[in-house]
């Protein structure tokens, strides 16, 4: 592209800038057909996050008032981020819901008025065009001298988003992204292990019925550590002192490996409600904490609603 | 030798000014005395060797940050990484001051050189929780914004911290930006922090050098904000002050802009983007309301003292833009706390009313005062660089104000709105040091430590003044190696300043990652409790009223989307857990009042009887003393295992460390026996165990 071509799109894009950033917030709507990510992100995070601010700052000030450089910058973010706040309180209020479709409409007729306000200043205020056209200077505030005037009123230590605004942002951004990924890569320390047990199929809300045939209870084991471990399984009434429900099985679990158990409630032999624990021991492991054994448990309360509860206390 | 007045000291304010811009125009003067730096010509750095070292210098800084964080996660008793730490940021962040501060820069350099800073100094949080919230206040923004995502509705209740519900700005945001993008609730929020988090910074240069300083003074200015506790770990956090301190920022060097303005419709224009953004802080964040109202009025009577006696300075527009642009963002806050957010100041007051009340009884000493550092994992030097920070920043604040004082008398900082817009920010900044002495009170702490943020504003303020005076002193010496030694003794102020400021801000443990710390928010996460939490809610389902532990409430409560009960003086749940086995529960009403609360859910940490916690809180902040150890043992010891003998309590789920109970409040009781007496042994009811793979 020669120098005169860039003048030329750089005078076309100066001509109607609130149009073109209007435009790109609209053509946001295609981007929803990019995959949900960091592409997605790349395209419209820089949109949203600018194009509404932009415009506030072009409706509100006039071309020779408004910040400029990475001042221009912060209140364009900022506003943006505002606006999409209140665009969602705008929806909220009118019993809207907040969905993707319903803050992009809103963001979109926000900023059609704020690009048309800002359209309508820049026309009626070009009394001229060209870079040999001098700037109405803002009358001097008494109080400030010639330099911090100048200072102030384009603040210098955030004025000019040249080359090296863009350079230290590039820069740092890669710091970070570098720093993260030398950091997600550098060796971690194995997550520890743990071996839960649940109860399984229908919710326990309250005492189980079991009915003449008896019942049968579903529970899981799910091993996550590494290496496998031999583990005892007991299930007892109960009582003081407790008495065994069933013969106690013994086997070993895998990592990673999750197995399913099942208890078989017998009849029983009244209508009264009996406790019922399961218990599973890690053979040979113990727990550092309470130095016993490692054991984990599980119970339930039972009765037979259709016998009698007379000797119960 | 007679000693010199202590303005005339420097060239600056000798000739009349405070900044680095007037200094280099009036030293051009034949008619002062020059200072041997002033016959020197300013000397140009190389430029692509300045690039070289910084980008060195920022490369290295990266690797001991990362490597710090690496040791962190390893070792439980290590203090290494705290040393590789500092020595990272002092290598990411002392090439940038130094450059922004020398006064060869240009004003270009240094604008990037900011917002490379602001950048890199997102860093230590990033790799703190690059992956999901970790923080206590986290959580709750997470689940807040959740749920905008999945209601569709503002204002949902956020039973972590309900204040926040009323707030919406930073959640709805961030929602908005995930429709926008397709990202995950933590990446869209990633990327708005750090947007906000490199604003606040430039906010800061720019509102130094909207009250007259040149940009080499508000560079340092905003190198010096850095430096408050807040800045690079609690302010990039995922909460609404993160973003409501930058609207401020923000919404007060618009809101100067409009004082200064000579024309009525830059004054329009700046009120205009003034109010927008207050009104952006009074949707997103209370006590930076309150702080940004505080401001505005103390800026507005500054500003309109002299214009009330007839004694010059401010024109009468001026005077009327502040104060119109103060009432309507008070009428915005008044409605919106009235309206919205009535709660506000029954959450706000007690932060300050106990603070003071407690404050006053540890100067009467009828009260104890919190000790400090009692139990930070932060090694020796960091604690007392914290306390060197004040020490420093009074320095500083000082000779800023001593400066501010020679050039009234010199009548080179007449009265008007420069004059006031200073005054009113150093009044301001003066607030700090008062409020240092809160830190001693246990309720009192917690809201000094979130106002530095605040006041530092007005702090670095001054001590950009200062430091450029400093600066400047330490270039007039003629020897090279006296030049060096001063800088590098102004280079070790700044790094104590930022390493005691850090530490004065937050414990080691949310800072550093580390092995599993029971009691501590930011390292009490595990799998385990991860998959417990995951478990529960795919069984369950969502919005169950469950009662646990704070630890443990953070993960149900946020990706578990439940609704965890926290315990008060209405409903003291903890007398649950406290209760010896077989005693009754007390006090009586508590089961009933869990029934109508429709509890369901008792989740139990079993290491609560065996660990204190880090934070020494179990439940909240406000526990109470019968939950403190008892003969170095926790409170809970021996008196866990209870839950398995209640009737009522239906134990549906174990981990290693967790136990989950179904609670059917009707049949409770504490009785070692449900309802019958007995096993029914004697009948030899002889059941079957199976399992499968």
Redesign the interface.
Same mark, same amino acid.
């Given at each position: 592209m020669t120098g005169n071509a860039l003048y030329r799109f750089k005078l076309l894009w100066l001509r109607a800038w609130p149009l073109w950033t209007f435009l790109l917030l609209a053509a946001?709507a295609a981007?929803r057909f990019l995959?949900?990510?960091?592409a997605?992100?790349a395209v419209?995070?820089p949109?949203?996050?600018m194009v509404p601010g932009s415009l506030?700052?072009g409706a509100?000030?006039?071309h020779r008032?408004r910040p400029q450089?990475?001042?221009f910058g912060?209140?364009a973010?900022?506003?943006s981020?505002?606006w999409?706040?209140?665009?969602?309180?705008a929806l909220?209020a009118c019993g809207i819901?907040?969905?993707?479709n319903s803050?992009?409409i809103c963001?979109l007729i926000t900023s059609a008025f704020l690009a048309i306000v800002a359209g309508a200043r820049f026309m009626f205020e070009r009394p001229g065009e060209g870079r040999r056209v001098a700037h109405k200077v803002?009358?001097?505030?008494?109080?400030?001298?010639a330099?911090?005037a100048d200072?102030?009123s384009a603040?210098?230590?955030?004025?000019?988003?040249?080359y090296?605004?863009f350079?230290?942002?590039v820069?740092?951004?890669g710091?970070?992204a570098?720093?993260?990924y030398?950091?997600?890569r550098?060796?971690?320390?194995a997550?520890?292990g743990?071996?839960?047990?649940?109860?399984t199929g229908p919710?326990?809300?309250?005492d189980l019925r079991v009915d003449s045939a008896?019942t049968e209870l579903h529970f899981q084991?799910a091993h996550?550590q590494p290496g496998a471990t031999a583990f005892r399984?007991?299930?007892?009434?109960?009582?003081?002192p407790?008495?065994?429900?069933?013969?106690?099985?013994e086997?070993s679990?895998g990592a990673g490996?999750t197995?399913?158990?099942?208890?078989?409630?017998?009849?029983?032999?009244?209508g009264?409600?009996?406790?019922?624990?399961?218990v599973l021991t890690a053979i040979h492991e113990m727990?550092h904490?309470?130095n016993a054994l490692?054991t984990?448990?599980?119970?339930?309360?039972v009765h037979d609603p259709t016998k009698p509860q007379r000797s119960?206390? | 030798m007679p000693r010199r007045p202590f303005a005339c000291l420097v060239p600056g304010i000798h000739g009349g000014?405070l900044?680095a811009?007037?200094y280099s125009?009036e030293t051009g003067s034949a008619s002062h005395r020059r200072s041997p730096v002033s016959r020197r010509k300013p000397h140009r750095i190389g430029g692509s060797a300045a690039v070289l070292l910084i980008?060195c210098c920022?490369?290295a800084g990266?690797?001991a940050?990362?490597w710090s964080?690496?040791i962190a996660?390893?070792t439980l008793t290590s203090t290494s990484e705290f040393g590789w730490f500092w020595v990272g940021m002092s290598l990411v962040e002392l090439p940038i001051a130094g450059l922004a501060a020398a006064r060869a820069t240009s004003?270009?350099?240094?604008?990037?050189?900011?917002?490379?800073y602001?950048?890199?100094s997102?860093?230590p949080k990033?790799?703190r929780d690059?992956t999901s919230p970790l923080y206590h206040d986290e959580y709750a923004h997470w689940r807040a914004t959740y749920e905008?995502l999945s209601?569709?509705?503002?204002?949902q209740p956020n039973p972590m911290v309900p204040i926040i519900a009323r707030y919406?700005?930073?959640h @709805?945001?961030t /929602?908005?930006?995930i429709?926008?993008?397709? =990202?995950s609730i933590w990446?869209a929020s990633t990327?708005?922090l750090?947007?906000f988090h490199?604003?606040l910074l430039?906010?800061m240069?720019?509102l130094?050098?909207?009250?007259?300083?040149?940009?080499?003074t508000?560079?340092l200015v905003?190198i010096l904000y850095g430096l408050n506790s807040s800045f690079l770990y609690f302010d990039t956090q995922y909460a609404y002050e993160s973003?409501a301190i930058?609207?401020v920022v923000?919404a007060l060097?618009a809101f100067v802009?409009a004082i200064?303005?000579?024309?009525s419709? @830059?004054r329009i /224009?700046w009120g205009?983007?003034t109010v927008? =953004?207050s009104?952006?802080t009074v949707?997103?964040h209370h006590l930076s309301t309150f702080v940004l109202l505080l401001v505005m009025v103390l800026t507005s009577l500054t500003v309109s003292l002299p214009f009330l006696v007839r004694d010059g300075g401010?024109t009468r527009p001026s005077v009327l833009t502040a104060w119109s642009v103060t009432l309507v963002t008070v009428l915005m806050a008044g409605a919106w706390f009235y309206f919205v957010a009535p709660s506000t100041w029954s959450y706000l007051s007690p932060y300050f009313g106990k603070g003071l009340s407690e404050l006053i009884q540890v100067g009467g000493g009828s009260g104890g005062s919190r000790q400090l550092f009692s139990a930070s994992l932060s090694p020796w030097w960091e604690q007392y660089t914290a306390y060197l920070v004040t020490v420093f920043a009074l320095g500083l604040v000082a000779g800023g104000l001593l400066l501010i004082r020679a050039r009234i008398k010199q009548g080179r900082l007449?009265r008007?709105?420069?004059?006031a817009l200073l005054s009113a920010f150093s009044v301001w900044g003066l607030i700090y040091f008062p409020s240092t002495l809160f830190i001693f009170s246990p309720d009192g702490a917690q809201g000094a430590r979130r106002s530095w943020a605040f006041t530092w504003i007005g702090v670095s303020i001054l001590a950009g003044l200062a430091g450029v005076w400093l600066l400047e002193w330490a270039g007039r010496h003629a020897r090279l190696w006296k030049r060096i030694s001063l800088r590098t003794g102004l280079a070790a102020i700044l790094v104590v300043c930022m390493v005691g400021g850090t530490a004065a801000g937050l414990d080691a443990a949310y800072r550093f990652p580390g092995?599993?710390l029971y009691g501590s928010d930011a390292r009490s996460v595990?799998?385990?409790l991860l998959?417990?939490s995951a478990?529960f809610s795919k069984?369950?389902g969502i919005d169950n009223n469950v009662i646990t532990d704070r630890y443990t409430g953070l993960i149900f409560d946020s990706f578990g989307l439940q609704n965890v009960e926290y315990p008060s003086g209405v409903l003291p749940f903890y007398s649950l857990y406290l209760a010896k086995p077989g005693a009754p529960i007390t006090p009586s009403y508590l089961l009933p009042d869990l029934s109508l609360s429709h509890v369901t859910y008792l989740i139990v940490d079993?290491?609560m009887a065996?660990?204190l916690p880090e934070l020494g809180v179990y439940f909240t902040s406000a526990d109470p003393a019968s939950l403190q150890p008892q003969g170095g043992k926790p409170a809970f010891y021996g008196r866990l295992a209870k839950f398995?003998?209640y009737?009522g309590l239906?134990?549906?789920?174990?981990?290693?460390?967790y136990s989950i109970y179904?609670i059917?409040l009707s049949?409770i009781a504490t009785g070692?026996?449900?309802?019958?007496?007995?096993?029914?042994?004697k009948?030899l009811?002889?059941?079957?165990?199976?399992?499968?793979?």
């Open positions: 946001l981007a995959p949900a990510g960091y997605r992100a419209a995070g949109i949203v996050l506030t700052l509100v000030f006039t008032r450089g990475l001042q912060c209140f973010a900022l506003l981020v505002l999409s706040a209140f665009a969602s309180l909220y819901p907040i969905a993707t803050t992009y963001l803002e009358p001097t505030d008494p109080d400030f001298s330099a911090e200072d102030a603040p210098a230590a955030v004025k000019g988003v040249g090296q605004a350079v230290a942002a820069a740092g951004a710091l970070l570098g720093g993260l030398v950091y997600d550098l060796p971690q320390p997550p520890t743990y071996t839960s047990m649940a109860w919710h326990i809300n309250g008896g084991i996550h399984l007991t299930a007892t009434w109960v009582s003081d407790s008495r065994p429900l069933a013969q106690p099985v086997f679990i490996r197995f399913q158990g099942t208890v078989f409630v017998p009849p029983l032999p009244d009264c409600v009996y406790r019922i624990t399961v727990n904490v309470t490692q984990w448990s599980l119970n339930a309360d119960c206390n | 000014d900044t811009t007037s125009r980008g920022e490369l990266m690797a940050i990362v964080y690496a996660r390893t004003r270009t350099t240094r604008g990037a050189l900011l917002l490379l602001g950048i890199v997102y860093a990033l790799l690059p905008i209601t569709g509705k503002l204002f919406p700005g930073l @709805a945001a /929602a908005a930006l429709h926008a993008t397709g =990202l990446q990327l708005l750090i947007v490199v604003s430039i906010g240069a720019a130094a050098q909207s009250i007259g300083m040149d940009n080499r508000a560079a905003a973003m930058t609207l923000w060097v802009q200064r303005s000579q024309s419709g @830059a /224009a205009v983007l927008t =953004l009104g952006g949707i997103t401010p007449p008007g709105r420069r004059r092995p599993f595990t799998p385990e998959a417990t478990w069984r369950f079993e290491r065996y660990e398995d003998t009737s239906i134990k549906v789920y174990q981990s290693n460390n179904r059917n049949t070692e026996q449900p309802q019958s007496s007995g096993a029914p042994g009948h009811l002889r059941g079957k165990l199976l399992v499968n793979p």
